[in-house]
């Protein structure tokens, strides 16, 4: 009989245009490009889940220095405890195109963490690097606009919709690891944003799997859409207040969704652990989000898996977005179990559920809402 435990699992899309991904399964699993980087260098691993023994309630100890702060997510949004904000829009680039882009589906199985991998923000496998010496903080405090969402048709991001860069660059080229293709600036933001991936968080049942909760309502999943801002590199992503924009948005049970099915396709193709699948029909990242993008909640809070770092700008949106139950039954029926030791039963086969953290203290930070 298959075992179902409480494990961690990130499925991921990955947005790519170079065909150079080498240096991509090094970075998701927490490793650095440089294989010859000298032991000086290098900072120890730490293994983590979502199981009892190293699960969210062990964190704080495991990770004092950032699983432990008082900036901490996912939250409960109470809507009747918000303060209203009027921004300007929110401005998603490149996420309404798909000429000259590609996306990879990957199951990272075991443990997803987020870590910085040269130039960007990527998903880590097998535990996390820690550093001990990262900033808490943000803020954002700015009144602009009544309005709070706007998406470029096209790719540019100098805002003239014409598909180039003032300098004369084509917006839509897509760097490995999404360096300046996808990005969100606007909506109260500090800066721009580069896209680095997206991920999702489910559970076993319908009544519980999103990571945050709105007004005491649990989604079955919920989806993240990571970002970096775009002048920050390297370890600097995490020493820098406002260093990462995440965007939440809740998924429940309702109509087929279609353009999810497009990822849904392909879980059979990354059933185990360590498989990846190039996505062979374009999707718009907007399509994966819900039809009123003007309505959301805002705080400051940090990364929701190991080493948590508060460095988080979060944008949730009000609205979910529905799948099947057809679709939610595909998303818990892969494995963390790598297809060799599932064949071979060298390890005993582990489906990937309830890889979500607990709603985590408020600790007398402002939430916003926006557009509402």
């Known amino acids: 009989m298959l075992t179902t435990l409480k494990y961690t699992f990130i499925l991921m899309v990955v947005l790519l245009e170079s065909q150079d991904i080498t240096a991509l399964p090094r970075l998701l699993a927490g490793n650095n490009l440089d294989d010859d980087s000298d032991e000086e260098n290098s900072r120890p691993v730490i293994p983590w889940n979502y199981r009892a023994d190293k699960g969210p309630h062990k964190w704080g100890q495991m990770f004092p220095y950032q699983c432990a702060g008082s900036m901490q997510s996912p939250i409960a949004i109470q809507t009747i405890n918000t303060k209203r904000k009027e921004w300007a829009p929110l401005e998603l680039n490149g996420y309404g195109d798909t000429d000259g882009k590609r996306m990879t589906l990957t ?58 860069n003032d300098d004369g660059d084509v917006d839509d080229d897509v ?142 949106l009000k609205q979910p977005i529905t799948i099947s139950r057809e679709q939610m039954s595909a998303l818990r029926g892969v494995f963390e179990t790598t297809r060799h030791a599932y064949v071979y039963r060298t390890e005993t086969p582990i489906l990937l559920q309830n890889n979500f953290r607990p709603a985590q203290s408020i600790n007398g930070r402002d939430v916003y809402r926006c557009g509402f």
């Not at 991936?197 to 076993?204: L, M, P, S, Y």
């Not at 319908?206 to 649990?218: A, F, I, P, T, W």
């Not at 919920?222 to 207040?241: A, R």
Request: net charge negative; charged share 25%.
């Open 175 to 316: 760097e490995l690891m999404l360096e300046g293709n996808y990005t969100i600036r606007g909506g109260g933001l500090g800066g721009t944003y580069v896209a680095d991936q997206v991920h999702f968080h489910w559970g076993f049942s319908n009544e519980q799997g999103s990571e945050h909760v709105l007004d005491r309502r649990k989604y079955p999943a919920e989806m993240h859409i990571v970002h970096h801002e775009q002048s920050l590199i390297g370890d600097s992503i995490f020493h820098t207040p406002g260093g990462v924009a995440a965007i939440g948005v809740f998924i429940e049970i309702g109509e087929k969704n279609d353009a999810f099915e497009k990822l849904v396709k392909h879980l059979k193709e990354i059933k185990f652990k360590d498989e990846s699948q190039l996505v062979t029909e374009p999707i718009r990242l907007t399509e994966l989000f819900p039809k009123n993008r003007s309505q959301f909640y805002r705080y400051i809070g940090s990364l929701t898996t190991p080493p948590c770092y508060e460095v988080v700008t979060w944008t949730v």
């Open 107 to 164: 199951n990272l199985g075991t443990t997803g963490g987020l870590i910085v991998g040269s130039d960007a923000i990527h998903e880590a496998d097998e535990g996390t690097v820690v550093d001990d010496d990262i900033d808490n903080g943000g803020d954002v405090d700015k009144d602009y606009g009544d309005e709070c969402y706007y998406v470029h048709a096209d790719g540019d991001d100098d805002g003239d919709d014409d598909g180039y």
